[in-house]
């Protein structure tokens, strides 16, 4: 009997049930690829609950071909099997705008480009990324989508993507950042149709950057540029003109803003992350917002759009340039109204 006491005595101290174990985050329904900045670590933390995939920015070509990034990567290697250990696929990606001419002429040059190949394999094989994302914007451009020495260099990259296919291990991812290139809007990314259909037969997801679309330059319009129309046409140009199945078409979405100078000086514009929109316009109601005054950004209801165009039209999931521009704050957040989307959906 004592022991019967003793034991109910216990139950009301410390309760009897089993032990209670917390739930497990809910994984999205859609894919969230982030992009991050390799020099924003080990600063900032990494929301890997929030995303199932992120890509490092950037493994840089040398002009001969080498990785330039390589030393400062490796360091970073025990953050990122955090991330894996969780379930995200980290992948390296190779490029960026600020390395386009470097990568240009490494892709024109055979021998290079063979070095960087190999260069980026072993990144992979050697550190246990779960792929490369290719992120290659040197292009000549123009009103017809396409410039001088464009269609040398599309045809050097489909074959750099399918050498790549080819030689990465199984299981190993292989995406590539593209320009959402559709010519009804005058400007901006407009002017980069220069893709063939094929060369994306070798990838496993498209991420479309569908941002950008006004900008810094002469002919820019003073105007919105990542907007819901953006948006769709470019979904639909990558899915009904190009034929790029739904499910790997990724679309993109800008966590910062393009603040131009003036109405009338268009050269000069810059960007400012989400998170300093938030600090510099504290009594603006930012978040619920896409303006203010000549700065324009993507908010809350935007975000939480193209997250319902995406779960309503069958596309893959959404990337983000760059997750650590977002707000700390959840309330605050833009990559929480994407989880939310993904996950209640």
Request: hydrophobic share 35%.
């Amino acid at each position: 009997m004592k022991y019967l006491t003793l034991w109910a005595l216990l139950c009301i101290l410390f309760g009897c049930g089993g032990t209670s174990q917390e739930e497990p985050p809910k994984k999205p329904s859609k894919i969230i690829f982030g992009y991050l900045q390799y020099e924003q670590l080990p600063e900032y933390q990494i929301p890997w609950d929030q995303l199932t995939h992120l890509s490092i920015a950037f493994g840089r070509a040398t002009e001969e071909g080498g990785l330039a990034d390589a030393a400062n990567i490796e360091k970073l290697l025990p953050i990122f099997r955090e991330g894996q250990k969780k379930g995200v696929k980290v992948l390296l990606s190779a490029g960026g705008g600020g390395n386009k001419a470097i990568m240009a002429g490494v892709l024109l040059n055979d021998t290079y480009r063979n070095r960087f190949k190999k260069e980026l394999l072993k990144a992979v094989e050697d550190w246990g990324f779960d792929g490369l994302d290719i992120d290659y914007e040197h292009w000549a451009g123009g009103p017809e989508g396409y410039g001088e020495g464009d269609k040398e260099k599309v045809a050097l990259l489909e074959n750099f993507y399918k050498e790549l296919r080819t030689e990465l291990p199984k299981g190993k991812l292989l995406t590539a950042a593209v320009s959402a290139d559709y010519p009804e809007w005058n400007g901006g990314w407009g002017n980069y149709n220069v893709y063939t259909n094929s060369m994306f037969e070798y990838l496993d997801l498209v991420n479309i950057m569908v941002y950008d679309f006004t900008g810094g330059w002469k002919s820019s319009k003073v105007a919105q540029h990542a907007s819901m129309e953006h948006f769709r046409m470019a979904a639909k140009r990558w899915s009904e003109i190009r034929g790029v199945p739904k499910e790997k078409i990724i679309l993109g979405v800008p966590f910062y803003g393009v603040h131009f100078v003036s109405a009338e000086t268009l050269v000069g514009a810059t960007h400012m992350p989400y998170k300093e929109i938030l600090t510099n316009y504290p009594n603006e109601q930012a978040t619920e917002k896409d303006e203010i005054g000549l700065l324009f950004y993507n908010g809350k209801p935007t975000m939480r759009a193209k997250a319902g165009y995406v779960n309503d039209n069958g596309y893959g999931g959404i990337m983000i340039w760059a997750i650590s521009h977002d707000s700390p704050n959840k309330e605050e957040s833009l990559l929480q109204v994407l989880y939310d989307a993904f996950t209640e959906h």
